[in-house]
């Protein structure tokens, strides 16, 4: 499974963005997608998930502002950013996971600031 997160970019802060993470290869069997963000000096953090059957969980920084979707026809997996603040500028990453495996997309900055 290769993923590649696109997307990311220098927005100011109440702006918005929509991040892309397009899948290829045998993604079949794959079970959850999730979004990931690591900021400087922090340890990665878990931002958004979403199930095979579209069940979805956030971390509670980004309630109500960030929302994750899949597109089964594109094999993509999306996460609009809304209402964005400077605390949200990290690297994001996207995942998925089946069984015990877990597959990492390349990263994708985001940087909110006036």
């Known amino acids: 499974v290769q993923l590649q997160a696109s997307g990311g970019g220098l927005v100011q802060p109440g702006g918005s963005l929509r991040l892309s993470c397009a899948a290829s290869?045998?993604?079949?069997?794959?079970?959850?997608w999730d979004w990931y963000r690591q900021a400087p000096g922090k340890q990665r953090e878990l931002v958004a998930h979403i199930t095979i059957v579209g069940s979805t969980n956030y971390a509670d920084s980004v309630k109500g502002r960030f929302a994750i979707s899949r597109d089964n026809a594109k094999n993509t997996v999306y996460l609009q950013m809304n209402s964005l603040k400077p605390e949200d500028t990290a690297v994001y990453y996207c995942?998925?996971?089946?069984?015990?495996?877990?597959?990492w997309g390349q990263g994708t900055q985001v940087t909110v600031s006036s």
């Open positions: 995942k998925a996971a089946r069984s015990l495996r877990n597959y």
């Open positions: 290869g045998n993604i079949f069997g794959i079970d959850t």
